[in-house]
């Protein structure tokens, strides 16, 4: 049995170089990344994390610190879904999703991650992965870059190696989209996924 000794949490700003724009989201100009650390009583610990766009970081980390740290501290570490149920009933009139869910999500994470590393196993195999390789996709928020900026990202992607590319659609005038997509296709060429 692992008691858990302490929960750190820390909240970093990232700037984004090029604002991004989504459909949904619309324009963002930096992520927030939460990031939780818990450590047991042999000195291990697991990290976790979760991120907001623009605004609301402060408001998950606050959820996790204090609130969820204060009642993970002497708790079994390995009682992982037990620990979630604390934690979801612990929070429940603060909300049922958005920052609640965040926060649990990143101690979540956190407790998965230290188990894995106290079985001495990557965490892809704690949860039952077979296989150490997963073909990966490059993703832009790039619904608003032109054309141009669109297939230099691209280029940008494939010299790094990726073989398949996930581009965003939903402006305003669906046939942008369209020309988008026809453009990104006829530059990549044959067999290599959109």
């Known amino acids: 049995m692992a008691k858990i000794t302490n929960v750190r949490t820390d909240l970093y700003r990232v700037p984004l170089a090029t604002a991004l724009s989504d459909s949904t989201h619309g324009d963002m100009l930096d992520f927030e990344l939460i990031v939780v650390r818990i450590t047991d009583a042999d000195g291990a610990t697991g990290m976790g994390y979760t991120y ?22 002497g708790e079994d570490a390995d009682l992982i879904e037990a620990l979630w149920q604390k934690m979801w009933w612990h929070l429940h009139y603060a909300g049922r999703g958005g920052h609640v869910t965040s926060a649990i999500s990143a101690v979540d994470i956190a407790l998965w991650d230290l188990k894995a590393r106290r079985m001495g196993q990557p965490l892809w ?5 077979f296989d150490p390789r997963v073909p990966v996709y490059a993703g832009g928020i790039d619904l608003q870059f032109s054309t141009e900026q669109l297939l230099a990202q691209a280029d940008g992607f494939r010299a790094q190696g990726f073989r398949a590319i996930k581009m965003k659609v939903g402006r305003p005038d669906l046939r942008e989209d369209v020309a988008r997509v026809a453009a990104m296709r006829e530059h990549l060429g044959d067999g290599f996924p959109l």
């Open 52 to 73: 907001t766009v623009n605004a609301g970081g402060d408001a998950v980390a606050r959820m996790i610190d204090p609130y969820l740290g204060d009642i993970l501290r």
């Open 125 to 129: 195999r704690v949860f039952g992965g």
